[in-house]
Structure formats: C-alpha cells, structure tokens
C-alpha cells in the first residue's frame, strides 16, 4: 500500500492491527506508520500512547526524540522539498500548516469545502494551477493526490511571501483569512510588534490558527536545527 502512495490505507491497517492485536507493541506499530509515511497515524500514537513523552523537550536522540519526530514529522518531506525548490521559504512552515490545516490526512474535507493536505479551496486551486502553466485542465479531484495538493500549497505560501515580504506571521494569517484582511490589519497596526500583532489579530479562528502553527514551527526548529 505504502509503495502505491496509499498512505491512509497504510495508517487505517496499521490502526487496525494496533487495535486488533494487544500483542503487537505500540513501539513497533509507530515505527511502521513513521517508515510508511503513515504521518497521521503516527502523530495520533504519539499523543495517545506515548504522551508521558511530550511532556519535556528530549535531551537526546533516543526514543523520545523519536516521539517528538512523529507529533511533528517532516511529512512528505521529498515532495515539499522539490515544490520549494530554490526558493528559501522554510520547508518547516509548510511542514507547520500543513500539520494545523489537515494533521496530515490527504483526503480530509473541511466543512467549507477545503481540500487535502494543505486545505486547499478548489478555486484558489485552480487559479493557482493556471497561473503556474498548467496545460491540463484542473480537476478538484487532483487535490487528494498529496503531490499536487503539496505543490499548489507551496505555490500559494510562496505568492503571500510575495505580497509580505518578510513578514512570516502575515504568510501565516493569509493563508487562513486571506491577504485582503491581513492588509488592513497590518495598516490598522502597523507599529505592532510581532507577538502584539498576533495577539490583536480580531478574527478568532485566524488568531488561533497562527497561534497553532506557530508552536508547530517552534518546535520543528528545535527539533530539525539543520
């Protein structure tokens, strides 16, 4: 499954078995759903079976490190490494909202209608898949497939980048409550420090999100220094 690219049914059998058989230990079963890119499966053991863990920062490479690596992994890590390319955006911050916008499951549907990994509305998709010399026409059943939903993710950090040069935080609430607000809010409070800024953001869903993705990319940094 695995080596078809279908890591949810990875994580759905790896859940399966955990639940099924007490006699497989949940040391091997993380192991296994790390291994298979199974990122949201192992994020959920992480918490739930090894959450004594989570409690302190590891000191060293062993086993708790390794519980730390999988609540925040490098999810899809090739695919979001040749979507960046050259470019210097931070592959942790898409590690980070990915992790806050789906925790890594490709085919979650929000409520609104945002699709897969990077929660991704089919109009913002498809924009941004013309805009990028797409010669085939765009299809919202695409944003399932962890490849293009990842792609256009970081096609769409990398144009609010554009639009708020050096301004993370503004990346971040964009991404959530889209540029036109954070423009305004970035006028209205132009004199903010950053943590004054997130603080007064006023819509309540953004301000926690930045908050969320924020802790996310703290931890990322300590954990993933190079």
């Not at 026409?137 to 792609?151: G, H, Q, S, T, W």
Request: charged content about 25%; aromatic content about 12%.
């Amino acid at each position: 499954l695995s080596k078809l690219g279908l890591h949810s049914e990875v994580g759905k059998e790896l859940k399966a078995i955990s639940k099924n058989n007490k006699a497989i230990s949940k040391e091997l079963i993380i192991y296994l759903a790390a291994k298979n890119h199974a990122h949201d499966h192992a994020r959920v053991l992480a918490r739930i079976a090894f959450g004594e863990k989570l409690q302190s920062y590891p000191k060293n490479n062993g086993f708790a490190r390794f519980v730390w690596e999988q609540f925040y992994p490098e999810a899809y890590q090739a695919l979001v490494e040749y979507s960046i390319g050259k470019d210097n955006l931070d592959p942790r911050l898409v590690y980070s909202i990915m992790r806050t916008e789906s925790v890594f499951k490709p085919e979650v549907v929000s409520p609104a209608g945002a699709i897969g990994l990077m929660q991704l509305m089919p109009t913002t998709a498809n924009k941004l898949y013309q805009e990028n010399g797409a010669r085939d026409e765009f299809d919202c059943r695409m944003l399932y497939l962890p490849a293009v939903n990842i792609d256009l993710g970081v096609k769409y950090l990398q144009k609010l980048k554009a639009v708020f040069p050096d301004n993370p935080v503004a990346w971040i609430a964009s991404y959530n409550a889209g540029e036109e607000a954070v423009s305004r809010w970035l006028k209205v409070r132009s004199s903010y420090q950053t943590d004054e800024f997130v603080e007064e953001i006023p819509y309540a869903e953004t301000n926690a999100y930045v908050k969320k993705v924020l802790t996310a990319f703290w931890a990322k940094k300590q954990l993933y220094k190079n």
